[in-house]
């Protein structure tokens, strides 16, 4: 029966588009399994259902500031002036059915959105994943992240409650601290003084086609260059930087991942069923003249409200301007370096390291002690900068003194990202080097044996080679190129002498900084055998791997297969 | 269907360590017996491949249980589905109760829907799918050199028949031509809005307009008060439904016993100890809408910004840089609170142009 639906619909198709060999490639491809491999799932799965459920609010929302009396079902409001937007939102939330729910499906899947993108993000950056060849699917990333950010301001400023209202409020006055073009674009994009009658409208089309269209654009983009890369995968027996193990799209991966649709689409749907989010009709319709303290944005908004909130009061007036440093460099910088940062970084590290090779097997974070403690140092310095976006509530809940709140914050966010650094790094080093006494004395299995001497020792069982191969360390970059040897990545190749070149060397040695193996040459080693004789059969150039262990009882050199990625030619020359 | 069951039946061929290698293997998921097999080539067409899929589980007795339990999870999502459209027909919304009625019934069909299916597909990845561990070459991503070259002989030859580079007067003028076109959408936004012009620097507030309460938009006599006190919101009165305007003039006041206002506060501008400031934050430009009493502190909800109402409400802590500008009232002939004039400086947040 199968066979005769495949003749019949498969050949109609094949007839005309000619698909056989290219769907049965794509039904082939194989998807390498993970835990954190669902996070960008999740981010994906969101998108979709944020057009679904988008589409059906835009059915019976009115974009439109124009000054209404309500009179709907939510009698609290009665006879009160807002907003068309404000209104027809309130129409959705209690006269619409399913209204509420589509509503707070749409806002909690907004969130999920911004957290899974985070999540998914710090998983590439900690696994090392955007390093050759996805240099540009990482770019993609941060602009979808930034993308989702505006996209959800925008999204949660169009009920036109009383607390989108300030958000857009801050806005406006954010856009005001610009240096000269400040003003008008404030005025531009509201169309005249704030609020005006023009925003809700602009921001919606900004909201519904615009962004989510540059969305949808970029997510395809970021699909295709995965699908084409092929995924990477974590380290395992078996895996190498020149094969891709795991289960293949049809029917496994189309399966599981139709599952896990189900299982965001279910968490979103609970969540919007039983936690209440974005309870407009309490916040009141926008005015001008209220606020209502404890106010929060949206979670991922929060890190640049806490950064306003921790800026010190400076502003200059120069010449009968005005500079609002108090204003536009907190809402400009910390975000601003960070994102520049994370879009440098596999640059940045490719010229420090050298390391031009391929990478399809991630790192684990621990066999990067220094970019797993920079990551983290990151993470604290935003984490310091979110809290300090609810610092009202903080110094409520856990009754400590307002004021006091944003001092432990001033002083934490230069503090507390080098105690992270310092902390994570040792942290690292240490697993490193639990995981090379396992490798070199195996699991202690809890015998103790009395030997004939008198002697008692434990009992070690070598580890097993599923074990091995994820305790590896993975190969080292070969090395900083030799002098003036040219660069083949676009990046001005400043050679190793001379100030750059001293500087370059000296980040090296603290980006590699790893656990000596015993017997291998240094952080920067180079090339060749160790004398393990377990190399023997990599090409020349290969950096020295895992196995230098020269345990005479175990064969530990699982990162062999791993150390030699050079399939496209342009690895380092040999010095 | 039945030709093959996927176990034994699978050609006991030992894979090729050569380089070229196998290129696709069927790995051993433990505890099943090996199995790999040489996936050989793709296929010319001519020869179909092996079976690279075992077509059953493992455990048949095992995959029995889940296939119940599978069927079992996607009934109760039928159910649930089911249940949804009830629950929509059903129940009627309109107020707050019966729309948490409706919420509840809706939300939580449409999750057990969800679950239903998403544990149904699970159990029947996991339990009835054999499994099968695939291990495929990557190709390099980078062309042969060869094909790079050609490519770039194509390139090259295009570039050469079109002229494009021989002919500077052509490129130019073609690039000439593009970029007006290419700032126009630019200039395009030009109506967005209006030049801010002096706009920022003005409210409503003018000599003689009343001051009147927020919301129950009654003028104020100082006699009001009986004693100091509170903080009370006022608006210009005859704008209450006018938004831009308040957005600008809202105000404050505020009644001190005599002797506490001090400097930098005007005392001109005030009337029987009552003192009023701009409500609109000097910040980002939040209602500034909390006060403390007993230290006679503005406090702006949004950054936190503390402003120190008896002495001109200069900034004692947070982010504004500059105090909340003082508004000029005194009393009209009827003896209600109204301004002296407008506000003698810009309110709200910093702009450039103010200077």
Not at chain 1, 262 to 288: E, H, K, M
Not at chain 1, 340 to 360: M, N, S
Not at chain 1, 556 to 569: L, R
Not at chain 2, 214 to 243: C, K, L, W
Request: charged share 15%; with cysteine; proline share 8%.
């Amino acid at each position: 029966m199968a066979n005769r639906a495949l003749d019949g619909v498969g050949g109609f198709l094949d007839d005309r588009f000619r698909g056989a060999k290219s769907f049965r490639t794509l039904f082939k491809k194989i998807f390498p399994d993970h835990w954190t491999f669902l996070l960008g799932e999740i981010a994906l799965y969101c998108f979709i259902i944020l057009l679904l459920t988008g589409t059906f609010l835009t059915f019976f929302f009115q974009p439109s500031m124009t000054d209404v009396i309500y009179h709907g079902s939510y009698t609290h409001l009665d006879g009160i002036r807002m907003s068309e937007a404000y209104a027809s939102t309130l129409n959705i939330s209690f006269d619409v059915r399913g209204g509420l729910l589509m509503r707070q499906i749409h806002h909690w899947a907004a969130d999920l959105f911004m957290a899974a993108i985070f999540a998914h993000m710090l998983r590439i950056f900690f696994t090392g994943a955007y390093r050759k060849p996805r240099e540009v699917n990482w770019l993609i990333g941060i602009v979808l992240l930034t993308l989702g950010m505006l996209e959800g301001l925008f999204g949660y400023s169009l009920p036109d409650d009383l607390l989108s209202g300030a958000g857009l409020r801050i806005l406006e006055g954010v856009m005001q601290s610009i240096p000269i073009v400040g003003t008008y674009l404030a005025f531009f994009l509201f169309g005249g003084a704030f609020p005006g009658h023009l925003i809700i409208p602009r921001l919606y089309i900004l909201h519904v086609l615009l962004i989510p269209g540059l969305i949808l654009a970029l997510i395809t983009a970021h699909l295709f260059i995965m699908f084409h890369q092929k995924h990477t995968q974590m380290p395992g027996k078996g895996r190498t930087d020149k094969n891709v193990v795991g289960a293949p799209l049809y029917p496994y991966f189309m399966a599981k991942t139709g599952a896990f649709f189900f299982f965001t689409f279910a968490a979103l749907a609970l969540a919007s069923t039983f936690a209440q989010i974005n309870p407009v009709w309490l916040y009141g319709p926008y005015t001008p003249v209220a606020m209502s303290a404890g106010s929060q944005p949206d979670f991922y908004m929060g890190m640049l409200e806490g950064a306003l909130r921790v800026m010190v009061p400076w502003e200059w007036n120069v010449a009968g301007h005005t500079f609002s440093f108090n204003v536009f460099l907190p809402a400009l910088l910390p975000l601003g370096i960070i994102f520049t940062a994370a879009a440098l970084w596999p640059f940045i590290e490719q010229w420090i390291t050298g390391d031009k090779r391929e990478h399809h097997v991630n790192d684990r974070p621990r066999n990067a002690p220094t970019r797993t403690a920079l990551g983290m140092a990151v993470i604290t310095f935003y984490g310091v900068l979110w809290l300090e976006g609810a610092n009202d509530i903080i110094a409520d809940h856990l009754n400590i003194a307002l004021y006091t709140t944003t001092r432990i914050a001033q002083v934490s966010m230069f503090v507390a990202p080098v105690l992270a650094y310092i902390i994570t790094k040792r942290i690292c080093l240490g697993l490193q080097r639990k995981d090379l006494h396992l490798l070199e004395h195996g699991v202690e299995t809890g015998i103790i044996r009395q030997m004939p001497s008198g002697e008692f020792i434990e009992i070690t069982r070598p580890v097993s080679e599923e074990e091995q191969a994820k305790l590896a360390f993975p190969a080292r970059p070969p090395g900083l190129p030799a002098p003036d040897s040219a660069d083949e990545n676009g990046i001005p190749a400043p050679g190793t002498r001379g100030a750059i070149g001293k500087v370059r060397a000296r980040l090296n040695t603290i980006l590699t900084e790893s656990v000596e193996l015993p017997g291998s040459n240094g952080h920067t080693n180079g090339h060749g055998a160790d004398g393990s004789g377990q190399a023997q059969d990599e090409p020349e150039h290969a950096a020295v791997p895992a196995g230098g262990v020269p345990d005479g009882s175990q064969e530990i050199a699982p990162g062999a297969g791993q150390a030699d990625s050079g399939s496209s030619g342009d690895d380092a020359p040999d010095q | 269907m039945s030709e093959t069951n996927g176990h034994g039946e699978l050609p006991d061929e030992t894979p090729d360590e050569t380089p070229a290698g196998p290129h696709r293997v069927i790995g051993t998921p433990p505890p099943a017996e090996a199995r790999t097999l040489l996936g050989g080539r793709e296929p010319d067409g001519d020869r179909p491949a092996p079976r690279e899929l075992p077509a059953d589980p493992a455990d048949l007795r095992k995959a029995k249980v889940a296939e119940r339990l599978v069927a079992a999870c996607f009934i109760v999502a039928m159910l649930a589905g089911i249940g949804f459209i009830a629950a929509y027909i059903g129940l009627e919304v309109h107020s707050v109760d019966a729309v948490l009625r409706s919420n509840l019934a809706l939300g939580t069909s449409l999750s057990v829907a969800f679950l239903g299916l998403a544990f149904g597909a699970t159990i029947w990845v996991r339990h009835l799918m054999p499994e099968v561990e695939i291990t495929e070459a990557r190709k390099p991503l980078a062309s042969p050199a060869e094909d790079r070259a050609a490519f770039a002989e194509t390139f090259t030859e295009g570039a050469d028949a079109s002229q494009f580079a021989k002919r500077p007067l052509l490129r130019r003028t073609l690039i000439a031509a593009t970029l007006p076109i290419a700032v126009a959408p630019i200039v395009l936004l030009r109506d967005m809005g209006p030049l801010p012009g002096t706009s920022l620097r003005h409210t409503v507030w003018r000599k003689g307009l009343r001051l009147v309460e927020d919301v129950s938009n009654t003028p104020i006599r100082p006699a009001d008060f009986s004693s100091p006190g509170g903080m009370i919101t006022v608006i210009p009165e005859g704008y209450q439904d006018d938004d831009d305007a308040l957005a600008k003039a809202a105000t404050i006041i505020i009644k001190f016993a005599p002797g506490e206002l001090q400097h930098p506060t005007v005392l001109n501008w005030t009337v029987d100890g009552i003192v009023a400031y701009s409500k609109i934050c000097t910040h980002v430009g939040c209602p500034v809408s909390l006060y403390e009493q007993t230290t006679h502190h503005i406090l702006c909800p949004c950054h936190q910004s503390t402003f120190n109402a008896p002495k001109g409400a200069q900034v004692i802590f947070g982010p504004a840089a500059r105090p909340l500008p003082q508004l000029p009232i005194t009393t009209d002939a009827e003896g209600y609170l109204v301004a002296q004039s407008d506000f003698h400086e810009p309110v709200g947040p910093s702009f450039w142009e103010r200077g």
